[in-house]
């Protein structure tokens, strides 16, 4: 009789050792000196001079376009120009109406450009 021979095992896979993700370094936050202070932009301390149209709301002497932003914002809290339905858009009273090239009403970001058309 002829005998049946063994099948061959094959030798069994191994299985990869488990890869640990790789940690992720966070970026440290810088840490800044204790009493110093973020030193302005020199563009935007500037002394610019406002036109004779946005002087009647800002006043006439040169101050920085920063200056300039806070008094227009000042006036509007002042007179209740902001509108009450969209706080975003600024109702023109008669000043600010040449200023903001007649336009009765004109967004908060548009306002920003339209005075910047008046500093020299």
Same mark, same amino acid.
């Given at each position: /009789?002829?005998?049946?021979?063994?099948?061959? %095992?094959?030798?069994?896979?191994?299985?990869?050792?488990a890869k640990k993700p790789a940690a992720? +370094? !966070?970026?440290?936050?810088?840490?800044?000196?204790?009493?110093?202070?973020?030193?302005?932009?020199?563009? $935007? /301390?500037?002394?610019?001079?406002?036109?004779?149209?946005?002087?009647?709301?800002?006043?006439?002497?040169?101050?920085?376009?920063?200056?300039?932003?806070? +008094?227009?914002?000042?006036?509007? %809290?002042?007179?209740?120009?902001?509108?009450?339905?969209? %706080?975003? *858009?600024?109702? !023109?009273?008669?000043?600010?109406?040449?200023? $903001?090239?007649?336009?009765?009403?004109?967004? *908060? $970001?548009?306002?920003?450009?339209?005075?910047? !058309?008046?500093?020299?």
């Open positions: /009789m002829a005998t049946k021979k063994p099948a061959a %095992k094959k030798p069994a896979a191994k299985k990869a050792p992720k +370094k !966070a970026a440290a936050p810088k840490k800044k000196a204790p009493g110093v202070k973020r030193k302005p932009n020199a563009a $935007f /301390m500037k002394a610019m001079t406002p036109t004779a149209t946005l002087a009647a709301v800002v006043g006439d002497k040169a101050i920085p376009r920063t200056e300039v932003t806070k +008094k227009i914002w000042e006036y509007i %809290k002042k007179n209740k120009l902001q509108d009450s339905a969209n %706080k975003r *858009m600024i109702n !023109a009273d008669d000043k600010l109406k040449a200023v $903001f090239s007649g336009k009765k009403q004109v967004s *908060m $970001f548009e306002m920003t450009k339209l005075v910047n !058309a008046h500093l020299k």
